[in-house]
């Protein structure tokens, strides 16, 4: 149908049609509704009928391996065989199977003529079809018609004739209409070039090729959707695919089109399939060489939206799991091989280890913030890495990594430590509810200040630790140090940032050539007050003018300090030392959390900075040096501590210097106090001139002011318009909720009339189904009749067939009579050949004793016996009929007698040619010639008997 049509078999439109006794279905053309096929059943005969309007089939069809569906590719089976199988198999089921076609009945017989063969009668259609039968007009109907023996194939199964053949059920034509998808199509499918993805749960774990149903492939393998491929060769099974291949490649390209054609939804079905690790499903079998470029990109990006989430492959899965959460701060998600191998196979996937390199060496390089937390962090985290010889020379690069949730990538090659930017910022490296840190956790709890001091020890451990696992995992524990070595250099960072000290400043001193330094110690405070141990620091002054290389300095060690714990301890509080580079330091004993010293005597002109440390120890972190401050100029300086920790000169009063210029005895002293009161005069200037740019200030607000309240007026102007706008729109909202009552009811009434209508369609629904059971019957009426008129014509043939049979038999009688009478002839000769026979073998005896007689007479003498040798062969010669005259016997008499007492001792090889001397017959030709006539008359008997079963063949046609 779908090739006469010229429309895809998906396209056809089916309808079915429930009758009085059985139902109908038949295929329209879907554009011009053109009825091309039908089946039906009747319930009442058990018979199945499929017809194919406009349709022929053709003599070589019942050839095997006759094909009219070679080479095309619309068409599951191209075999041969399965139109002579389907009816073979009916016939042996008992049925009854016919084919009306090429104006001929094609009527099949099981062992008709000969057993085990299947039989195919072609006879003709004797009636002549009607001019209505032949108009084209009839034939391009939308409604039903029987099928025409001229024009269309119908194929009738079951109980088609009399009611010999065995009646079809119901349930078995409905377990059959399984086979064919179209005829109960599914609610829920995908179509694509290469077939359809059929969603419908009711056909889950089904297999079409073509429309056609694959049983075998179906039970075999565990399929989670329906599929009917367009591609493909069906099995001479007839249940299965010929090469298993097929399936996989079939089904990758069905979900590749069905990914192109509805997106994002059948994508997700098709990657929660790869990812079943419970189910092994057949859809995604060889998905490592079936899976496209294409499609591995796309479930990549489909897999990577999932930005908390890191996949791996199951090789060293422990470890790169570990890693993952270690890391990149990511949950690992493993992959099945199939979909692990199809990824990589494009190089879509990455390890942890790829996965951070690319990231954090591609990623910008973030600049350094200019800040003390993070100046501090940077001091702090370098001194933690001079620790070893191994991390010291790392140089530290900051990256713009974005929200991958990589902290930090050791680059070994070329020594370079590069970190996330996030460390750079307090609050980006603590996150928003981050409750690790208890800064943090206070901070969010309703802290705003802003963090200038790095105090936060946790940051620093956590990445000497990531890079202590960097190294070992790239020196793979070669020249690499060991476990308990790796272990003291983080109980060392621990120790040695426990006693940094924080917050180191320095300030002009109370008096002239001071500078004070203070710090803050925790650790010394906490060993006070719980053990009443007191720790020292060592404090060194440097010059900025001669050793500012050494404010890059990161460690402290022992060696540096001039006198041992011992002898510091013995020795008074603030004892002043001298550096190598002549500079000034102090060991300062620290019995609480804030601590300060001065030094004294200082270079006015000159700038210093300290470096301060824990004394006393194999080696400590320097704290990170403030800013180089110069020493007080004199003594009446006043120095007060700011609510940032900094500090700074505060000038006396004018009635303070006042004071202090009144006394003075001295002319140095009066300069100085000339000099502070031109200072002051010249700070009052700047006062007044502030105050004057404070009053044009004010003026300039006054008129903002005045100007804020004309726009004031206009904006009011302007909201009284829009009011009077919105007041119009209110009132056409209000006709236009009139309108929408107004099309409610005529809406209301509309309704009304469309359920009438309804009403009376039904009745016309049902008028329609009464007139069309009138016209089933009357058409089941019309093909009675039809089927009676070919009835008596098929009569009338087999009556003619049964008169010349019975002429043909009265011939082959004569033959036979014929047949007996030369037989009986045959039976005399035989028997007349057997008497002779018989004469001949007395002869025969009897000449043998005349022999042994005349042999044993003479032993008498030797010349009676050659004379009685001589008389005895020629009387011999005379009496036996049937021998050679002139010859002579030339043998011994003794070697004759020896051969007829051999003869006589049943050597009927010699008693032949005995026969045959004597002119008689031999035995074994006058029994093959009687075999030959008795095979002759068998054989005229068997034709007269198979000439007998052919006419009560006919005979029971004729009956049918």
């Not at 034939?139 to 023996?149: G, I, M, V, Y």
């Amino acid at each position: 149908m779908s090739k006469t049509s010229g429309v895809s078999r998906d396209k056809l439109n089916y309808v079915h049609t429930k009758l009085a006794n059985g139902f109908r279905i038949t295929v329209h053309n879907p554009d011009t509704f053109q009825i091309l096929g039908f089946l039906a059943f009747d319930k009442k005969r058990g018979m199945v009928e499929l017809c194919n309007y406009n349709s022929q089939l053709a003599r070589e069809v019942l050839d095997m391996g006759g094909t009219s569906k070679a080479n095309d590719e619309e068409m599951a089976g191209t075999h041969g065989e399965g139109f002579k199988l389907a009816a073979l198999l009916m016939i042996r089921e008992g049925h009854q199977a016919r084919i009306t076609a090429s104006k001929f009945y094609w009527n099949f017989r099981w062992g008709a003529k000969e057993k085990k063969i299947l039989w195919c009668f072609l006879s003709e259609v004797k009636k002549k079809p009607s001019q209505q039968e032949l108009n084209p007009q009839t034939t391009e109907s939308s409604l039903f018609r029987d099928a025409s023996p001229w024009k269309d194939v119908s194929v009738k199964m079951g109980c088609v004739r009399g009611k010999q053949g065995k009646s079809i059920t119901e349930a078995e034509v409905m377990e059959w209409l399984k086979v064919c998808i179209h005829f109960d199509r599914p609610k829920e499918i995908v179509c694509t070039p290469s077939g359809n993805l059929i969603l419908d749960p009711n056909f889950r774990g089904k297999i079409y090729l073509k429309g056609l149903f694959l049983e075998k492939t179906s039970r075999t393998y565990a399929v989670k959707y329906g599929y009917d491929f367009s591609q493909g060769h069906i099995g001479r099974d007839r249940k299965g695919m010929e090469d298993p291949e097929q399936m996989a490649t079939l089904s990758a390209k069905v979900w590749e089109e069905a990914v192109k054609k509805n997106g994002s939804k059948m994508l997700d079905m098709y990657i929660d399939m790869l990812l079943d690790k419970e189910n092994f499903w057949y859809d995604s079998l060889n998905a490592v060489n079936k899976t496209t470029r294409y499609m591995a990109k796309a479930i990549w990006s489909r897999l990577r939206k999932k930005e908390d989430n890191f996949y791996y492959g199951s090789q060293n899965s422990a470890k790169e799991s570990a890693m993952i959460k270690s890391l990149l701060k990511k949950e690992p998600v493993l992959l099945p091989d199939k979909l692990w191998k199809a990824l990589t196979k494009y190089k879509l996937l990455q390890t942890p280890l790829e996965y951070r390199k690319n990231i954090m060496c591609n990623s910008q390089t973030a600049p350094i913030l200019d800040t003390p937390y993070c100046a501090s962090l940077m001091r702090t985290l370098r001194a933690a890495l001079a620790l070893d010889p191994q991390t010291q020379p790392f140089l530290l690069i900051f990256k713009k990594a974005g929200t991958s949730g990589l902290d930090s990538y050791l680059g070994i090659d070329n020594s370079k430590l590069l970190l996330h930017e996030k460390w750079m910022d307090f609050e980006k490296s603590h996150g928003e509810n981050s409750t690790d840190c208890i800064l943090s956790y206070m901070r969010n709890s309703g802290g705003v200040d802003p963090i200038e001091v790095f105090s936060c020890d946790h940051i620093i451990i956590e990445i000497c630790n990531q890079v202590l696992q960097e190294l070992d995992r790239i020196r793979a524990g070669k020249d690499f140090m060991s476990d308990r070595s790796v272990n003291s250099l983080k109980s060392q960072v621990s120790e040695c940032l426990k006693n940094m000290l924080r917050g180191i400043q320095a300030f002009p001193g109370p008096q002239k050539g001071e500078i004070c330094v203070s710090w803050e110690d925790n650790e010394a405070g906490k060993l006070f007050r719980l053990h009443h141990l007191k720790l020292q620091c060592c404090v060194t002054l440097h010059r900025e003018s001669t050793c500012s290389h050494k404010r890059s300095e990161l460690l402290a060690r022992e060696l540096r300090c001039s006198t041992t714990h011992k002898d510091s301890m013995k020795k008074s509080d603030d004892e002043m030392r001298t550096e190598a580079c002549g500079c000034s330091q102090k060991i300062v004993t620290c019995t609480s959390v804030d601590n300060e010293i001065t030094f004294s005597d200082l270079t006015l002109t000159e700038s210093y900075f300290p470096m301060v440390s824990r004394a006393h120890t194999p080696i400590a972190f320097f704290g990170c040096p403030p800013v180089a401050q110069k020493p007080a100029a004199n003594q009446s300086v006043t120095v007060v501590k700011t609510l940032r920790g900094t500090y700074v000169p505060m000038k006396p009063s004018l009635d303070v210097k006042g004071s202090q210029v009144a006394p003075a005895n001295n002319r140095r002293e009066l300069n100085e106090a000339l000099g502070k009161a031109q200072d002051a005069n010249t700070e009052l200037k700047r006062i007044k001139q502030t105050l004057s740019i404070c009053e044009m200030l004010s003026k300039e607000l006054n008129q903002q002011v005045v100007s804020l309240q004309s726009q004031k007026e206009s904006t009011s102007a302007v909201l009284d318009k829009i009011k009077a706008e919105n007041a119009s729109k209110i009132s056409q909202i209000l006709g236009l909720n009139a309108r929408v009552q107004d099309l409610t009811s005529h809406l209301n009434n509309a309704k009304f009339e469309t359920t009438a209508l309804k009403t009376q369609l039904a009745t016309i629904q049902s008028e329609k189904e009464t007139l069309q059971q009138r016209l089933d019957n009357i058409q089941i009426q019309t093909n009675s009749s039809r089927r009676d008129s070919e009835a008596q014509e098929t009569i009338n043939d087999l009556q003619n067939r049964i008169c010349q049979i019975e002429f043909k038999i009265g011939e082959y009688q004569k033959v036979n009579e014929q047949l007996r009478e030369d037989n009986q002839v045959i039976e005399a000769r035989a028997i007349e050949a057997e008497s002779q026979k018989t004469a001949a073998i007395e002869q025969r005896n009897e000449f043998v004793i005349a022999r042994y007689e005349a042999s044993i007479q003479g032993q008498s003498s030797s010349q009676s016996i050659a004379t009685f040798s001589r008389q005895s062969s020629i009387a011999g010669f005379g009496r036996v009929a049937g021998i050679k005259r002139g010859r002579s016997p030339s043998m011994d008499v003794r070697m004759r007698e020896e051969s007829v007492v051999r003869g006589a001792a049943s050597n009927s090889q010699t008693v032949n040619e005995e026969l045959e001397m004597y002119g008689a017959s031999p035995p074994h030709l006058m029994s093959s010639l009687v075999k030959s006539e008795r095979e002759c008359v068998s054989g005229t008997r068997g034709l007269a008997k198979k000439l007998r079963m052919e006419s009560r063949e006919v005979i029971d046609l004729s009956e049918d």
